[in-house]
């Protein structure tokens, strides 16, 4: 039976958590409530991100390339909003190399921000410690519940492999893009002589 309510739950777990992406103007400034970052390949489809299910999707089946998003829980202090922010895997290096450094991602306070003004542009992640009271970050969410909401995917069609593999494979990642910009940077250095 269909039960209705005048007032919000005070636990609203049961609620999905809104998305956001680095804007194209400005930039998001929170604090990092998950422990973990959880990706998976998405296509641009439909006019909005979805999985990639590694099916005979519509998406892989019309050619549509996908690209690999992180997704993790932040908490933006300001707004008092919790959020799910999604990343490329460029951009998710930072976190990752922050989660190897701290041994968590949870406390981790980034600004997100692109380096030029398009939709596209490159996302650049700053880092640091949260250094406030730990009982004034919100508690943790189920970040494959939160996706599942988001996906409309039933909990039990989603697969969370161990995710060293994604963080060894970002770790790889962070060091070919780390290796492509010393040679830019070298490059630009021998064009000004």
Known sequence: MLELDSSPPADPDGQPLPIRRTPTNGFILATVTSRKLLGTPTHYWGGRTTPCTHEPCDACSSGSPYRWH???SAFDFPRQLH????C???AA????KFASEH???RGCVFRAAREGKRQNSRVVIETNVYTGRPDALPRE?????ALSRLW???LDQISTPDIRRTQIALSVLDEQIAAKRRLETSRK???ES
Do not use: H, M, R, S
Not at 141 to 145: A, Q, S, Y
């Open 152 to 154: 409309n995917i039933p």
């Open 88 to 90: 490329t895997a460029a």
């Open 189 to 191: 250095n021998g064009e």
């Open 93 to 96: 290096a930072a976190f990752v």
């Open 70 to 72: 992180a997704y993790l």
């Open 83 to 86: 959020f799910l922010f999604e």
């Open 141 to 145: 969410p189920d970040l494959v519940g």
């Open 103 to 105: 041994e968590t991602l």
